[in-house]
């Protein structure tokens, strides 16, 4: 699905959060949007979500949502957000409750996203017996179940050491490549922007305004950190950050 953020701005009463945010999420492309803690990212993520309304601006679909999916939008969170009393199966189970489909419909569903996730062998595990990665894996099963049109991604590996960062990294790029997905993915680490995106948005620091939009075509799985397309987009994605930082000391000493 196609999705649009026009003009969108918000406030929490005096405080200016998101300004005149404009953005395109192209259907089978990873947006990442980057920028520093507290610039509104996670707040832009709700309202395209739908769980929060900004003051101005909107969030329009260009085109309709596959007829497969169950669930349009479906977020994704750095805490995993599972059940502990629930199997990995029934955790995933849980996102396909109220849904009109069949015992057999959703027990295809179950087996095909936890195949996908490598998670075939612990159907029958609970949180507490699996690792982080483990459990980000089990959140994304849970995701892909409902077959979403965009998935919202809020720093999802955020809470993982980086060795294993690196192998969910690994793990989104082999979904994407077996089946092409749409996704906004918040991260405020530059590494993963480039990994994963096809196109990275900087937002400022707040109120978030969308600094530099940077596109990069090498597919995702030839990307590798010595690609100087690569290193050049990472170039420039640092310098706009360092800017930022930079005129915001500039503020500060000002003030
Ligand atoms: N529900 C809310 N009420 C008041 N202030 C909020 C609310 N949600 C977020 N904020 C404030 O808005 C700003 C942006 O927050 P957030 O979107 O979480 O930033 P980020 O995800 O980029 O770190 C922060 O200053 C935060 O304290
Ligand atoms: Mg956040």
């Known amino acids: 699905m196609h999705l649009r953020v026009e003009g969108l701005t918000h406030s929490y ?22 920028g520093p803690s507290g610039c509104g990212k996670s707040t832009l993520l709700r309202m395209i979500g739908g769980l929060e309304k900004p003051d101005a601006g909107a969030v329009m679909a260009l085109d309709k949502p596959p007829a497969t999916s169950l669930n349009p939008l479906t977020y994704i969170f750095q805490d995993f957000a599972l059940l502990p009393w629930r199997t990995v199966e029934g ?29 075939s062998d612990f159907a029958n595990a609970v949180p507490r017996q699996l690792s982080g990665g483990m459990k980000q894996r089990v ?11 965009v998935m919202l991604m809020d720093e999802p590996l955020s809470a993982l050491d980086a060795q294993t960062r690196e192998l969910l990294m690994d793990d989104l790029v082999g979904l994407f490549e077996r089946t092409p997905f749409t996704a906004i993915y918040v991260t405020h680490n530059l590494d993963e922007a480039v990994r994963l995106g096809h ?10 305004r969308v600094r530099e939009v940077v596109e990069i075509d090498t597919p995702l799985s030839q990307r590798s950190m010595t690609d100087p397309a690569l290193a050049e987009a990472r170039d420039k994605l640092w310098n706009a950050m360092r800017r930022e930082a930079m005129e915001a000391d500039l503020e500060l000493s000002d003030a």
């Open 13 to 34: 009463g005096e405080l200016t959060v998101l300004d005149d945010i404009t953005l395109d999420i192209p259907a089978g492309q990873i947006l990442c949007l980057v």
């Open 91 to 119: 955790n995933v189970a849980l996102a396909l409750e109220h849904h009109d489909i069949t015992a057999a419909e959703r027990t295809e569903i179950i087996t095909d996203v936890l195949a996908r996730t490598r998670l």
């Open 199 to 208: 196109r990275i948005a900087i937002l400022s620091r707040r109120p978030g």
């Open 139 to 149: 959140a994304i099963a849970r995701a892909l179940a409902v077959r979403p049109a």
